[in-house]
């Protein structure tokens, strides 16, 4: 049997961000190609989605250290922050805005901590 692969969407930190990486009517979708979703408890709340939402759809919903330690991929709206680095596990792919050019001494960092990081920068 396949390991399954987990998306985590953690809760955007960014004050004043309302926006979620990944709303509840999306998880179908990467369920049936074999991923399994972990959402952070209250990710979707400013965006007007309850944990509920996610839950109905097969999603799990756990701590922010759990998504951040446990997930092979990082959907994730705005930048990492360095909080947000120290809790990353061992993921393979980190989807976000990164803004590289204007932010390459973070870059050089956490490509020194995470060097089988993948990182797609949405900007």
């Keep these: 049997?396949?390991?399954v692969r987990w998306i985590g969407v953690p809760r955007e930190s960014e004050p004043g961000?309302?926006?979620?990486?990944?709303?509840?009517?999306?998880i179908r979708k990467f369920r049936r190609l074999g991923f399994g979703v972990i959402i952070e408890t209250d990710a979707g709340e400013q965006a007007g989605f309850r944990d509920s939402d996610y839950e109905k759809q097969a999603a799990v919903v756990r701590s922010k250290e759990e998504v951040w330690g446990s997930s092979d991929i990082i959907l994730k709206v705005r930048k990492?922050?360095?909080?947000?680095?120290?809790?990353?596990?061992?993921?393979r792919v980190l989807v976000?805005?990164?803004?590289p050019a204007q932010n390459l001494e973070f870059l050089d960092r956490l490509g020194k901590a995470h060097p089988e990081l993948t990182l797609l920068a949405m900007d």
């Design 1 to 3: 049997p396949e390991t």
């Design 17 to 26: 961000e309302r926006r979620v990486a990944l709303t509840p009517s999306v």
């Design 80 to 91: 990492v922050t360095e909080e947000e680095v120290t809790l990353l596990g061992n993921p």
């Design 96 to 99: 976000s805005y990164v803004f």
